[in-house]
Structure formats: structure tokens, C-alpha cells
């Protein structure tokens, strides 16, 4: 009988040391968990600026593109409009001054 009680209160101390084994390898888990998400977000976090970077430079080129897509049609216009000014302004000047002498209708 006393060997059957030294045994199982010998089964009792094994059972609690894992326990605090498997307490402690859990605990150690959790910290490793914790250390790996916050390396993560930290991953995450220079990723995103990264791609921000990115995004933003190509935005930049694109707006640059457009601007210069813009004033090159503008030059054309204005050009196109000097042109016809340059064609007709004989013709327009003489309108306009038949019109104020009244010559004009």
C-alpha cells in the first residue's frame, strides 16, 4: 500500500513539472506569437509606405505627362487661332470698319 502511494504521488509531481513545462513552453509561444506579429506589422507597416512611395511617384509622372499632353494642345490651339488671325484679320479689320461707318448693311 505504501509503495502504490509513493507511486502515484510520485505520478502527481511528474504530472505537475509538465504541467508547468507545457505552462512555460506556452507562455514562451505567446511571446514568440507576440515578437512575430509585431514583426510583422512592421513588415506590413514599410511595405505599405513602399508601395505609397510607389503609387506616388507614379502619380507624379502621370500628372507631369498630362500637364505636358495639355499644354502642347494648348500650343496648337493658340497657334491655330494666330493663324487664322493672321489669315483673316485684313478681312475682319475692313468688316469692322464698314460696319462703324455704317457701310455694312
Do not use: C, P
Not at 21 to 40: A, G, N, R, T, V
Not at 58 to 70: G, P, Q
Not at 74 to 86: F, G, P, R, S, V
Request: no cysteine; proline share 0%.
Amino acid at each position: 500500500m505504501k509503495k502504490i502511494i509513493h507511486e502515484v504521488i510520485q505520478l502527481d509531481q511528474q504530472a505537475q513539472e509538465q504541467i508547468l513545462k507545457l505552462k512555460k513552453e506556452k507562455e514562451e509561444l505567446f511571446l514568440s506569437f507576440k515578437q512575430m506579429k509585431q514583426e510583422l506589422t512592421e513588415k506590413n507597416r514599410l511595405e505599405i509606405l513602399e508601395q505609397t512611395k510607389v503609387l506616388e511617384a507614379d502619380a507624379k509622372i502621370l500628372f507631369e505627362e498630362r500637364i505636358l499632353a495639355y499644354q502642347e494642345k494648348t500650343h496648337i490651339k493658340e497657334k491655330n487661332i494666330l493663324d487664322q488671325y493672321e489669315k483673316n484679320k485684313e478681312v475682319w479689320i475692313n468688316d469692322l470698319m464698314k460696319y462703324i461707318l455704317g457701310e455694312l448693311n
